[in-house]
């Protein structure tokens, strides 16, 4: 018995597993028509390299990855491509995405393909090339591209290689039933993730104790390989990767920060298989075990599916009765998503298609006002408290929020579960994340354009300053070049220049007695410019308007004014210099 | 084909609300049922009145605030309140503060505040306390228990107190009496060994006092119920028990004059069980973290024995309840768990984490 531990919270809802147990995993007629989204996985969409009206053969590349975060896509079947263009696809909003449509030939027809017989001779460099090429991308929901998972470069040595077989969402059983039927080829894939990662310490295989048959159909294949098949209780959310690295490590991801980052690599299991197929059998990612169930479909089982098959298809072999379907729901019934449509085809990540009943999934009742009661945190992986974030979700109080640590919500769906209220806390916080995302965008984006005004404004300064700098210069070099024009008509020495200005100075200086008669003078002309004036007034008061008889008055008395200035400058003239007269006798 | 969009998690536990309340009140039977033995018919009548009237405040001022009368009252919420302080107050106390006391609950401390969720107190409580401050001679007269009445002499029966009630008929000669908190506090200059001999409320009982044992045995069960049914866990009242038989131990004194009682006495006596399991788990008032849930519960008993011991009010529970709904939200700030992948706890109000 290998020790697990034991994480925090979780629910136990029905499992609902048995329904689609009862058969084998079957095949479905090839579709007429087959979509395949060019986004079927996290990062950037691939690009359709083929073009409308191109016969394909099953297998052949039709799109390619975009960037390092990309994964191509496959033809799932023989044909041709009927139209490249937006579609509805499988995601929550039910929004329009590009899409390929093949009109299957009904042939099947392969592409030439050849796998490597022994891949413990290859390179782990291109054995992750051949996944890469392969269009895998993680197939327990998320769809990241596996080769970036397996290539996490020198500085993060990997110590533990983890096989996520937990299945803890209820109804879903396409893990459990392809681990009873291909237990030799997964095993052989895992060997290939191991090869590829250089021989990690340990290989665990985690997988809830809700499915012994798996776990016996695996036994006989994991001796001598390094495998360790660890069963622990059954507990929703345990498939979660944070919550499964828990139980199998006892160790906790920081908060933000990858797997590898604790040397660990996690893959789905249903993944372990595809890259089985891809090295071994040189097949690329075009189909996959997805479980059709739910009471509102006669036939409960799971299906190899190919990528692009319209989920209506599964329905229609599968005894499906509209009428009784209380929703459809792509995933589990814990973190699936509604379908507004069956026309949205299968994709990497589909696990399940869900049809469930009225009785089994009845519609939501109406939410009642949240008592705190605390069932929620309870039931809560992460330790979060869902109510508090619930009431400051309602706030749009964003500090609080992230203090409460919304951002380490997994989406689980524990909460909203045992909620007695019916609260779709899940959808707060969704909405809640996307509003924090959005305000810190817009902080970001205010904040380059306030360091960009600011930028401007220090520019603009800057080159007023460097405007009068310059403007300094060439008066200082003008000043400059009329002074040395200056001293160069007399000497060009210093000490002639002091001596220049020193005889400006003294040419300034007045003789008193120049300046005294000089004042004199002044005083006689404006005793003469007033007699004038007074004259021409006498003159106009007998015949002149009165008018100008008020100028001419006027006249005179400024010239009387100026008069007894002059005077009066003459008297100072005059006290100054009796003052200088005596200090010099003294 | 087309089909509803409904987000996830698409399944949901069976509970609900009214679920959660009506278990509640299943749980208070065993209480009811100790007070109705020990004390005659007066607390049933006290939760009948007091849920009617509740009933009737609810319904007119959600209709007031245009709101689905039935909807709002199919949570059960009005009952509890109503139940829980028909529970605490004395039997066979006059009808009209009962009403009062019911109206005050869901009209000022309930609804005014916006309704289930949003009441800061806990409802029955403020009614409770606000009778208490304005009627104290109706508040503290209550029955003798059943072992302890004179010979001759019963408790009424279900007319007779029914027209004691509302009638405002006085019961018979030594139907009333005090409790074993009442008598307690008065009996100073005795040491605890001559009260327990003297006083039959204790002389005659099995480990705190005749009648009370046994009506906090029967809401102990009740909370056990409801502790086992996962309703509530059992931090707060694990944490108010604990801080009262710590006092009481604390402060035991010898057993001399001077000793405010045993810790058995304390946690047997008035309302400290019904309040343990029925009172400070109301979520809605009270702290929301099981760390928190401890803080508020020890509390909760250590008020409850210092105002026992040295206030001037023989029980405490209603004012140490209200005292700690006021410190909920700060005990909420502090006590926040901590989160998967975080090295530490963090605060409620800290802007960022510290490294």
């Known amino acids: 018995m290998i020790k697990t531990w034991v994480t925090p919270g979780g629910v136990h809802p029905p499992e609902n597993k048995h329904q689609s147990m009862t058969l084998p995993i079957g095949d479905l007629p090839i579709p007429e028509r087959l979509l395949v989204p060019l986004s079927q996985h996290i990062g950037a969409p691939a690009v359709a390299c083929v073009k409308v009206g191109e016969k394909v053969l099953k297998g052949q590349k039709i799109a390619d990855a975009t960037g390092p975060v990309s994964v191509p896509m496959h033809a799932p079947t023989s044909g041709s491509i009927s139209a490249i263009e937006d579609r509805p696809i499988a995601h929550s909003s039910g929004m329009l995405a590009p899409c390929i449509e093949i009109t299957s030939d009904g042939k099947d027809t392969w592409i030439d393909h050849q796998g490597i017989a022994d891949f413990e001779h290859s390179s782990p460099q291109m054995l992750i090339k051949i996944i890469a090429d392969a269009g895998i991308a993680g197939m327990g929901g998320a769809g990241f591209p596996s080769a970036i998972k397996l290539n996490p470069g020198h500085q993060r040595p990997i110590d533990t290689l983890i096989i996520n077989a937990t299945e803890c969402e209820p109804y879903i059983t396409a893990d459990d039933s392809a681990i009873r039927e291909r237990a030799a080829e997964i095993i052989e894939g895992i060997g290939i993730l191991s090869h590829i990662l250089g021989n990690p310490n340990n290989i665990l295989l985690g997988i809830e104790d809700n499915k012994p048959e798996a776990i016996a159909a695996l036994e006989p294949h994991v001796a001598d390989t390094g495998i360790s098949v660890v069963s622990f209780p059954t507990k929703y959310p345990s498939g979660g990767e944070k919550q499964l690295i828990y139980i199998l490590t006892g160790n906790e991801l920081a908060s933000g920060s990858l797997p590898a980052d604790a040397g660990i690599v996690c893959i789905n299991i249903g993944t372990t298989y595809a890259i089985k197929r891809a090295v071994v059998n040189g097949e690329p990612l075009i189909s996959r075990v997805t479980t059709m169930t739910g009471n509102a479909c006669g036939i409960n089982r799971n299906y190899e599916t190919l990528i692009g098959t319209p989920v209506s298809h599964m329905l229609a072999h599968s005894n499906f009765n509209e009428a009784a379907c209380s929703r459809l729901v792509m995933g589990g019934p814990m973190m699936g998503f509604s379908l507004t449509s069956a026309d949205v085809p299968v994709v990497k990540t589909t696990n399940c298609i869900l049809a469930p009943s009225y009785s089994e999934i009845p519609d939501d009742e109406p939410a009642q006002p949240c008592i705190r009661c605390g069932m929620c945190a309870e039931a809560c992986p992460a330790s979060l408290l869902p109510q508090q974030l619930f009431w400051y979700s309602q706030a749009q109080d964003h500090d609080r929020l992230e203090a409460h640590n919304l951002f380490d919500c997994i989406e689980c769906g524990a909460c909203s579960y045992v909620c007695p209220s019916n609260i779709p806390l899940v959808q707060h916080y969704r909405h809640s994340k996307g509003e924090i995302l959005k305000a810190r965008d817009e902080k970001v984006k205010s904040d380059h354009a306030r360091e960009r005004f600011e930028f401007h404004q220090q520019r603009m300064e800057q080159a007023e300053r460097d405007k009068e700098a310059k403007r300094a210069a060439r008066r200082e070099a003008a000043e400059k070049a009329k002074a040395n024009s200056a001293t160069s008509t007399g000497a060009g020495s210093a000490a002639d220049i002091i001596a220049a200005a020193q005889a400006r100075a003294t040419a300034k200086q007045v003789n008193p007695e120049q300046q005294r008669a000089k004042f004199e003078r002044s005083i006689a002309g404006a005793e003469m410019r007033v007699t004038m004036a007074i004259e021409k007034l006498a003159e106009a008061a007998s015949n002149q308007t009165d008018e100008q008889t008020n100028i001419l008055n006027a006249a005179v008395e400024s010239a009387k004014q100026k008069l007894e200035q002059a005077q009066v400058r003459l008297a100072d003239h005059l006290e100054k210099h009796k003052e200088l007269d005596s200090e010099q006798v003294k | 084909m087309a089909f509803k969009q409904i987000t996830s998690p698409h399944a949901h536990a069976a509970q609900n609300t009214a679920q959660v309340m009506r278990l509640v009140l299943w749980a208070t039977v065993p209480g009811l049922a100790a007070l109705t033995i020990q004390f005659g018919w007066g607390s049933l009548i006290n939760v009948v009145l007091a849920v009617v009237t509740a009933v009737i405040c609810e319904a007119a ?85 059943l072992s302890l009445l004179p010979d001759g002499v019963s408790h009424p029966g279900i007319i007779e107190s029914v027209n004691i009630v509302f009638a405002g008929y006085s019961p018979a000669d030594g139907v009333t009496g005090a409790t074993p908190l009442d008598s307690f506090k008065h009996s100073s200059g005795l040491v605890v060994d001559q009260i327990y001999q003297n006083n039959p409320l204790f002389s005659q009982a099995m480990f705190a006092g005749v009648g009370w044992e046994w009506v906090n045995l029967g809401f102990l069960a009740g909370g056990i119920v409801l502790l086992a049914t996962r309703i509530f866990t059992w931090h707060g009242p694990l944490a108010m028990l604990g801080a009262i038989a710590l006092m009481s131990v604390i402060f035991w004194d010898g057993g001399s004059s001077e000793s405010p009682g045993s810790a058995l006495m304390h946690l047997f006596s008035g309302a400290s069980m019904m309040g343990a399991f029925f009172i ?38 209603a004012f140490a309840v209200l005292l700690a709904n006021f410190a909920a939200p700060f005990i909420d700030n502090y006590t926040l768990p901590r989160t998967y992948g975080h090295t530490d706890r963090r605060r409620a109000t800290e802007k960022e984490e510290d490294a």
């Open chain 2, 61 to 145: 001022i959600i209709k007031l605030r245009k709101r689905p009368v039935a909807f709002y009252l199919r949570d059960y919420s009005a009952v509890v309140t109503a139940v829980l302080l028909g529970l605490a107050l004395p039997p066979l106390a006059p009808w009209w503060v009962v009403v009062v006391g019911s109206m005050f609950s869901i009209v000022i401390a309930k609804q005014l505040y916006g309704g289930l969720g949003y009441n800061p107190f806990n409802p029955a409580m403020v009614g409770y306390v606000v009778l208490l401050i304005s009627f104290p001679i109706q508040m503290t007269t209550w029955i003798s228990p």
């Open chain 2, 280 to 317: 400070l788990t109301d979520p809605v008032s009270s702290a929301v973290s099981n760390r928190g849930r401890l803080i508020y519960g020890a509390l909760i008993g250590v008020l409850v024995y210092i105002i026992r011991a040295w206030g001037n009010y023989p029980d405490a529970v």
